[in-house]
């Protein structure tokens, strides 16, 4: 007996229309739809007038279906895979199936079409020759600039997708920490209806979230420019020196702030070092 395909479909990220004839015929054909919302994914089958059934795969119970859909695979069954929208697996569930099909030698099969990373970098007007995908950044803000901190010195483009709860103070937290000139993009309901696209720099994009000129509704995505060569090295023995005994003082951001300002170095890149003196062995130091 032949196995089945599993097709990784990518769906629309808005506009209804943007649903590839190829994708359309799978999703006609298959024998099952595994669908991150079935209730989502049926207003888009009902778009088009298909019938077939679904299965519902989150990441709540993704681990527990997998077993079931391989063997609906090795039976020569074939499923098309679906997120609520763009493509399955970024920033969506789907890899344990994935992974499980191409464990089991089952036929894998893309079919490419929408993603808001792609969308997003494709208006940017930033670098695209190389660029890097950070997804969600957590949502407690400790933990989200800490994050940030550990990319402040990448020199990809770095791409984020971002909550309209917390979009704003995302973007306050890049530019305090990556610098307010650094340039970025906010990409706001893509290839939908109130499509907004803004390149500025973060200090204006702030700015802009904070005066409703970019209105907090709807999905959002930024693509941050990313650092030129770094100023300050892992090895740089100086503002390491002075971090640590300013460290033993005061809080490390602090630090960090009057190490950049009496060395006259990025602060961003000072911060990162912070970071690192934070995250050292006791035993290492």
Known sequence: MTAGTLYVVATPIGNLADLSPRARDVLATADLIAAEDTRHTRQLL?????????????????QRLVPKLLEKLRSGQSIALVSDAGTPLVSDPGYRLVSAAQVAGIAVSP???PCALTAAL?????????????????????????R?????????????????HRVADCVADLAEILGNDRQAFVGREISKKHEQCRTADLATLQSMLGDALIPLKGEFVLVVAGAVASDVRADDAEPRRLLQKLMAEMPGKRA??????????????????????????????
């Open 46 to 62: 009902n778009h088009f007038k298909i019938t077939t059934p679904q299965q519902s795969l989150h990441e709540h119970n993704e």
């Open 111 to 113: 079919i490419p079409g």
């Open 256 to 285: 960090a702030d009057l190490v950049a300002d009496i060395l006259n170095l990025k602060r961003n890149d000072v911060y990162r070092l912070m970071l690192e003196e934070k995250n050292r062995e006791p035993d290492s130091a």
């Open 148 to 164: 940030i901190a550990a990319f402040a010195s990448e020199t990809r483009t770095i791409v984020i997708y971002e909550s309209v």
């Open 122 to 146: 494709s208006a940017a007007g930033l670098p695209t020759d190389r660029f890097c995908f950070e997804g969600f950044l957590p949502a407690k803000q400790a933990a989200r600039r800490e």
